[in-house]
Protein backbone atom coordinates (compact mmCIF):
# COMPACT_ATOMS: atom_id res chain seq x y z
CA UNK A 1 0.00 0.00 0.00
CA UNK A 2 1.21 3.22 -0.75
CA UNK A 3 -0.05 6.70 0.98
CA UNK A 4 -0.07 10.55 -0.28
CA UNK A 5 -0.91 12.72 2.79
CA UNK A 6 -2.39 16.04 1.81
CA UNK A 7 -3.63 17.75 5.14
CA UNK A 8 -6.63 15.75 6.35
CA UNK A 9 -7.36 13.90 3.22
CA UNK A 10 -5.38 10.46 2.51
CA UNK A 11 -5.04 9.14 -0.57
CA UNK A 12 -4.82 5.11 -0.67
CA UNK A 13 -4.18 2.47 -3.12
CA UNK A 14 -5.03 -0.80 -2.07
CA UNK A 15 -2.67 -3.92 -3.48
CA UNK A 16 -5.04 -3.98 -6.27
CA UNK A 17 -4.53 -0.58 -7.77
CA UNK A 18 -7.41 0.61 -6.34
CA UNK A 19 -7.38 4.50 -5.21
CA UNK A 20 -9.06 5.97 -2.25
CA UNK A 21 -9.73 9.28 -0.90
CA UNK A 22 -10.00 9.43 2.56
CA UNK A 23 -10.44 11.95 5.48
CA UNK A 24 -8.52 11.13 8.88
CA UNK A 25 -10.65 11.82 11.71
CA UNK A 26 -8.45 10.66 14.72
CA UNK A 27 -5.77 7.95 15.90
CA UNK A 28 -4.96 6.57 18.95
CA UNK A 29 -2.47 4.04 20.64
CA UNK A 30 -3.89 0.78 21.62
CA UNK A 31 -1.32 -1.85 22.77
CA UNK A 32 1.75 0.22 21.00
CA UNK A 33 0.21 -0.12 17.81
CA UNK A 34 -1.66 3.03 16.18
CA UNK A 35 -4.73 3.30 14.54
CA UNK A 36 -6.48 5.72 12.39
CA UNK A 37 -10.02 6.48 11.55
CA UNK A 38 -11.08 7.96 8.23
CA UNK A 39 -14.06 8.45 6.43
CA UNK A 40 -14.46 8.30 2.86
CA UNK A 41 -14.50 11.69 0.92
CA UNK A 42 -17.75 11.76 -1.01
CA UNK A 43 -16.40 11.81 -4.62
CA UNK A 44 -19.67 11.25 -6.36
CA UNK A 45 -18.09 7.43 -7.27
CA UNK A 46 -20.25 5.30 -5.09
CA UNK A 47 -18.06 5.48 -2.00
CA UNK A 48 -20.43 7.52 0.49
CA UNK A 49 -22.41 4.13 1.57
CA UNK A 50 -19.06 3.28 3.43
CA UNK A 51 -18.58 4.24 6.62
CA UNK A 52 -15.57 4.78 9.34
CA UNK A 53 -12.28 2.71 7.79
CA UNK A 54 -9.84 2.02 10.62
CA UNK A 55 -6.39 1.25 9.53
CA UNK A 56 -3.41 0.82 11.36
CA UNK A 57 0.60 1.44 10.87
CA UNK A 58 2.98 -1.45 10.20
CA UNK A 59 6.50 -0.81 9.67
CA UNK A 60 7.66 -2.57 6.50
CA UNK A 61 11.10 -4.54 6.00
CA UNK A 62 12.20 -1.23 4.38
CA UNK A 63 12.07 1.09 7.38
CA UNK A 64 8.61 2.61 6.29
CA UNK A 65 5.81 2.81 8.19
CA UNK A 66 2.58 1.29 5.61
CA UNK A 67 -1.17 1.71 6.34
CA UNK A 68 -2.69 -1.71 6.82
CA UNK A 69 -5.88 -3.37 7.26
CA UNK A 70 -6.17 -4.53 10.85
CA UNK A 71 -8.03 -7.94 12.20
CA UNK A 72 -12.01 -7.86 13.01
CA UNK A 73 -10.89 -8.17 16.64
CA UNK A 74 -8.49 -4.94 16.29
CA UNK A 75 -11.10 -2.83 14.44
CA UNK A 76 -14.04 -4.02 16.84
CA UNK A 77 -11.55 -2.86 20.03
CA UNK A 78 -10.28 0.58 18.08
CA UNK A 79 -13.80 1.39 16.85
CA UNK A 80 -15.19 1.46 20.46
CA UNK A 81 -12.48 3.52 21.50
CA UNK A 82 -12.91 5.69 18.76
CA UNK A 83 -16.72 6.23 19.68
CA UNK A 84 -15.85 6.81 23.29
CA UNK A 85 -13.38 9.39 22.41
CA UNK A 86 -15.86 11.21 20.07
CA UNK A 87 -18.92 11.16 22.72
CA UNK A 88 -17.10 11.66 25.72
CA UNK A 89 -15.99 15.59 23.96
CA UNK A 90 -19.25 15.88 23.08
CA UNK A 91 -20.30 15.61 26.99
CA UNK A 92 -17.50 17.43 27.72
CA UNK A 93 -19.01 20.48 25.78
CA UNK A 94 -22.29 20.27 27.22
Do not use: C, Q, W
Not at 22 to 48: A, R
Not at 58 to 70: A, K, Q, S, T
Amino acid sequence: MSEEYSGNIVSITDDEGNTYELEHLDTIEMDGVYYLSFLPVNDGKGDEDLGMVILKTERGEDGEDYLVVPTDEEVDRAYDIFMEELFSDEDDGE
